[in-house]
């Protein structure tokens, strides 16, 4: 069975770097990509990026361009978050999800089916 | 980017009611859309995706609709575990928009 572990709760101060981490322990290959959503206390989500493990091919929404850094170690299935110069504005949760693709008459789409546990970080 | 609207934002309803919850997308989106419903502490849950396809697992009384720029998740008969937030998405050429989502709560 396909599951996502993230690391656990972190709490940092304004100005420090951090590295959260989303693992897939089941079997397979890596031949998926991963998303990273972000979630305010009390607020909606919001998709940050996503990145294909097999290849670290990387897309950014235009919202987190330029403030985080989604990276991926395919050996071990393990995709990352990162910052280098945290901000009080982002703690939140952080959860990651495995993008999967179905096939109905003869089109694509795109389905998040398998998250992860999520990621308390606090910046404070 | 394309910007999706949901409504009502928050919504007060009784178990075995008949609830609609819209989604109206900025732009066509054809029918690259899915639904999550998401409770206190928890990660979302899919319970539809290309607008209308239920996902495994999921209750025969979750159903989407729409196609281009409006959608809807109807939930036919409340039950008490169905009170929970919902968003809608939209999964469309690497962009993964979320919807403000709707509280659903017990009148």
């Known amino acids: 069975e396909v599951q996502l572990v993230q690391s656990g709760a972190e709490v940092k101060k304004p100005g420090e770097s951090l590295k959260i981490s989303c693992k897939n322990s089941?079997?397979?290959?890596?031949?998926?990509?991963i998303a990273w959503v972000r979630q305010k206390p009390g607020k909606g989500l919001e998709w940050m990026g996503i990145?294909?493990?097999?290849?670290?091919?990387?897309r950014y929404s235009s919202s987190f361009q330029g403030q985080v850094t989604i990276s991926a170690d395919k050996s071990i299935k393990t995709a990352y978050l990162q910052w280098n110069n945290l901000k009080a504005s982002d703690t939140a949760m952080y959860y990651c999800a495995r993008q999967e693709t179905q096939w109905l008459d003869r089109s694509a789409f795109y389905t998040w089916g398998q998250w992860g546990q999520g990621t308390l970080v606090t910046v404070s | 980017d394309i910007q999706l609207t949901q409504s009502p934002s928050l919504l007060s309803a009784s178990v075995g009611d008949r609830v609609r919850i819209t989604c109206r997308a900025s732009q066509g989106i054809n029918n690259y859309l899915a639904w999550y419903q998401q409770k206190p502490g928890k990660a979302p849950k899919l319970l539809i995706y290309?607008?209308?396809t239920l996902q495994s697992g999921v209750p025969s009384r979750f159903s989407g609709s729409g196609s281009g720029t409006e959608f809807a998740l109807t939930i036919s008969s409340l039950q008490p575990e169905d009170f929970a937030t919902y968003y809608c998405q939209q999964l469309n050429s690497y962009s993964y928009t979320f919807g403000q989502g709707t509280k659903l709560e017990i009148k």
């Open positions: 290309a607008a209308s």
């Open positions: 089941g079997f397979g290959f890596s031949d998926y990509w």
């Open positions: 990145i294909y493990l097999d290849d670290s091919d990387t």
